[in-house]
């Protein structure tokens, strides 16, 4: 079973109506429409996402964060099961699927302390943990760093540095970091057999954290600010890397790339990108079924982005508003993972062409 976690206050259930910008050539380009559009969930104030097949039927379910203390559980067809009123302000959303039962992991604020919380399907306290006094919480991660097969916490406070804790929510340790957070991501980069920690923020290098805590090297990437992901798209034991950036100035000049364990640029593609409030613009997902993950990557202009490991651009699809976070969607309808593309005010689900519906 999984449990939600988030960075929130007390909660209960009601019903829901390294390298300069100046690396290698731009990836070679083969533009073609892959995406069709499945379901468009429309709401207000949407703020972050998780999914997460939280009543066990195969199918993948979508937890909006929306007005700051609603999570909205919407299932695979886009209809809305329900929702759960938290008691306190979050602003990031993950859930610890491994854990028995799993649950929600929330960023969050409540009474005015900035704080990770733990929540059930129902939406009851399961742990909290206070944080030290800042900015809010600007990511939280999930996963089990240390082999133990128990997943931890990783929350990315933007002006404090990063927090790890155990299952339970008791602290394991603590980083700080310089700058202004944005995003985080973990992933293997280097085959060791142990993952790594990526941090990125705005105007600041990311920096590649050990799973003991410890900064290991910092990579310069210049933008005003940078979002970072880790996956492994080819299941060679090996998480790739990608990098998007975004700018005061000259969106049209921002990027995605993909970056080697050693900060290097191995390929890198224009993608739109203004400084502001995003909450996953990159992720991995298997849009076609054929178990290779391609890169999903959100522009300013309200495109969706499908770029392959080595940089070629497979599709892209314009959804008509910005987009703050797009999410890998499992469904019991085949292999192929369905893309959701969140907004402020949507949540839209995109689908392979050709791919099987329901």
């Given amino acids: 079973m999984a449990l939600i976690l988030a960075a929130t206050s007390a909660s209960r259930e009601h019903e829901a109506g390294a ?15 892959m995406l069709t559009m499945l379901w468009d969930a429309g709401g207000r104030n949407y703020t972050a996402a998780a999914t997460w097949d939280i009543d066990e039927n195969g199918d993948d379910e979508l937890l909006v964060l929306q007005d700051d203390d609603v999570v909205v559980i919407f299932d695979a067809d886009g209809g809305p099961q329900r929702s759960v009123l938290l008691g306190q302000t979050a602003r990031s959303l993950d859930v610890a699927k491994q854990r028995n039962p799993p649950a929600m992991i929330l960023g969050s604020r409540r009474y005015g302390q900035r704080s990770v919380a733990a929540y ?3 939406g009851d306290d399961v742990w909290y943990y206070p944080l030290p006094r800042g900015y809010d919480v600007a990511a939280c991660a999930v996963a089990d760093i240390d082999g133990d097969g128990v997943e931890e916490t990783i929350a990315a406070q933007s002006d404090m540095g990063l927090s790890c804790l155990d299952a339970d ?11 202004l957070i944005a995003s985080l991501a973990v992933g293997d980069i280097d085959g060791d057999g142990r993952p790594e920690i990526l941090v990125a923020g705005h105007d600041t290098p990311v920096t590649v954290v050990s799973w003991q805590g410890h900064a290991l090297r910092t990579w310069d990437i210049w933008a005003s600010a940078c ?15 990608a990098v998007k950036t975004a700018t005061f100035r000259e969106p049209e ?9 050693s900060g290097q640029f191995i390929w890198r593609r224009p993608v739109p990108g203004l400084v502001r409030a995003l909450a996953r613009p990159l ?9 290779v993950r391609e890169w999903a990557a959100v522009g300013s202009d309200g495109s969706v982005h499908l770029i392959g490991k080595n940089g070629e651009l497979l599709g892209r699809q314009n959804v008509g508003e910005p987009v703050i976070g797009v999410y890998p969607m499992r469904t019991r309808a085949g292999a192929a993972e369905w893309l959701v593309a969140v907004s402020p005010t949507s949540a839209k689900c995109l689908q392979f062409r050709g791919g099987a519906g329901r």
Avoid: K
């Fill in 19 to 33: 390298a300069h910008a100046h690396g290698p050539p731009t990836a070679s380009t083969r533009t073609h429409s």
């Fill in 120 to 122: 059930d399907r129902a």
């Fill in 169 to 179: 929510g008791r602290l394991r340790w603590e980083l700080p970091l310089p700058g």
């Fill in 227 to 241: 979002y970072v992901a880790a996956a492994d798209l080819d299941g060679d034991g090996r998480a790739e890397i």
């Fill in 253 to 261: 000049n921002a990027f995605v790339a993909g970056v080697d364990s």
């Fill in 283 to 291: 992720t991995a997902v298997d849009i076609n079924g054929d178990g």
